[in-house]
């Protein structure tokens, strides 16, 4: 019964000291290089799918006469814009081509990393007025997607935030929510569109300083870096040959450790020297 009574005491004690028994939200800090990819790959989707509509109910690419046609016109329309004004110029063109279902009647899941969505949300105007009639929208578009491109510029800045600089940040999102809101209402809504436009992100604007800090950049950049030792320095792994078994593992495991030592500061006295060898450490 004592040791009953001692634990129960203990549960109580550790219950009464909120910080010690809960990870508060304000600690689950989201990642803005996601948060930015995300949300413009939504911007990009709404937009693609309002434009495949206005080519079928013939508002755009008015003068050709086949369904068909018309969305594979404007489909090669979009394509142009993004390969010779967005992503590449007419000396050195992109390569992207825009997804579509099977069908051919819509644009399918579009996959676009964080630098190449930037490159898109800051011409956006360019796919505006190439796929937009209505005078109101185009006013719109106009409108909120600025105040978005300069809501995500001050988030992503790498100096510490002041409170000016987040009421400044939350008033360009607030400006941009409540337009996209007219536009597509909750279809154009997501979780990362949420936590912009109810000021969650700017909760921990205040509370941290600084969302850079805590992005996953470099985690994505050296994701890239380790699939390409794999597929260009390893074998792969496979079968053992001649008694030596082929182990993908075991390459990248020396290569990880190397990476580590440099990082740390003492490659330069373990690897300048020939006489060590370097598959060894």
């Known amino acids: ?54 080519a079928q109910r013939r508002t755009i690419m ?3 006469a086949s369904e068909r046609e018309k969305i594979i016109a404007f489909a090669e329309k979009i394509q142009e814009i993004f390969n010779n004004q967005i992503l590449g110029d007419e000396d050195s063109p992109a390569q992207w081509r825009l997804p579509m279902y099977e069908q051919g009647e819509n644009v399918g899941i579009i996959c676009l990393d964080n630098n190449r969505i930037r490159k898109i949300i800051d011409n956006f105007q360019l796919l505006i007025q190439a796929s937009i009639s209505d005078p109101t929208r185009l006013t719109q578009f106009s409108y909120c997607i600025p105040q978005y491109q300069m809501g995500m510029e001050i988030l992503r800045q790498r100096e510490e935030f002041t409170d000016d600089k987040v009421k400044q940040y939350q008033e360009h999102i607030d400006q941009w929510y409540q337009t996209w809101l007219k536009l597509y209402g909750w279809e154009g809504c997501t979780n990362y569109t949420h936590m912009l436009s109810s000021a969650h992100i700017a909760e921990y604007m205040f509370k941290w300083k600084n969302m850079y800090r805590f992005s996953q950049q470099g985690w994505e ?26 182990s993908k593992l075991l390459r990248i495991g020396r290569w990880l450790q190397r990476r580590m030592l440099w990082m740390v500061g003492v490659g330069t006295e373990l690897f300048s020297s020939n006489d060590n060898d370097a598959d060894d450490c």
């Open 1 to 54: 019964m004592e040791h009953n009574l001692k634990q129960s005491l203990e549960k109580l004690k550790h219950c009464n000291e909120l910080d010690a028994c809960m990870i508060a939200l304000l600690y689950k800090i989201p990642c803005i290089l996601h948060c930015e990819n995300r949300v413009g790959i939504k911007l990009l989707t709404m937009l693609l799918i309002e434009d495949f509509s206005n």
């Open 62 to 64: 008015a003068h050709i």
């Open 221 to 246: 950049n050296f994701n890239h870096v380790f699939s390409t030792f794999y597929f260009q320095r390893t074998n792969h792994g496979g079968r053992r040959h001649g008694g030596a078994a082929k």
